[in-house]
């Protein structure tokens, strides 16, 4: 009897051990890959794409319902990581300052540059509204309306919606929006529905072992009537 029971405890032991580390890994995994999304992010020196990170981010968490409640449940469980994680990015873009304080000072002049080329790629979809110019034309299409203040004759507007309309004009553009609104409403509704799912209490039916009419039972033959 002794050892049926020392092996049920050694596999209890086991579980839990194996649950500590599953519980470990929920949260260690996400923290590496955004630590190791923020490394890249920074190594870009891309401005727009730090704050494209940013509004996603955010956008996430406030419409995805899923999202939203787990990383409520993490920060109330791990405060402390979470608090290290945003002293952490900080200190990384407090180290790219220091290193290169213009990525941050010429940021406004990097935006005057780019509303030239939006300017200058909205006045080419004008021309061709409809169909656009065709792929990798922009370069030279420019060039007609590049603005005296424009630094230089990009190869893109640096903006993708822009970019498609230029391509294939503005049917090329509305449908890939349409497409866009469409994976987005698709995928947050399954999402919804999943968090509706989830939060529905649990009911417990009653199990019956008995019979599950209390009245009389007939046990004649068939074809007689009960009394």
């Known amino acids: 009897l002794g050892r049926p029971a020392e092996s049920l405890s050694e596999g209890k032991s086991r579980a839990s ?14 923290l590496v890959l955004v630590i190791a999304t923020a490394f890249a992010l920074l ?3 891309s401005r727009t794409a730090w704050l494209a990170t940013g509004v996603t981010t955010v956008l996430a ?6 999202l939203r ?58 021309e061709q509204p409809l169909f656009g110019f065709g792929s990798l034309n922009f370069q030279t299409t420019y060039l007609q309306v590049k603005a005296i203040t424009a630094s230089e004759s990009p190869a893109d507007p640096h ?18 929006v349409l497409l866009m609104i469409c994976l987005s409403f698709f995928q947050l509704r399954s999402r919804w529905f999943r968090s509706d ?3 529905e209490p649990v009911v417990n039916k009653p199990v019956f072992n008995g019979p599950v009419f209390n009245g009389p039972v007939f046990n004649g033959p068939v074809g007689t009537s009960m009394q």
């Open 69 to 126: 409640s787990d990383l409520g449940r993490w920060i109330k469980q791990k405060p402390g990581v979470f608090a290290g994680l945003g002293a952490m990015l900080l200190g990384l873009f407090g180290a790219v300052y220091a290193i290169d304080p213009l990525i941050f000072q010429e940021a406004g002049k990097s935006l005057a540059y780019r509303m030239d080329y939006w300017r200058g790629a909205w006045k080419l979809i004008a």
């Open 197 to 199: 799912k989830l939060s």
């Open 43 to 45: 190594l870009t020196k």
């Open 61 to 66: 968490m406030l419409l995805d319902p899923i």
């Open 159 to 176: 903006n993708f919606l822009l970019e498609l309309a230029h391509s294939g004009g503005l049917v090329l553009l509305g449908l890939t």
């Open 17 to 30: 051990h194996a649950n500590r580390l599953s519980d470990r890994a929920v949260w260690l995994v996400p």
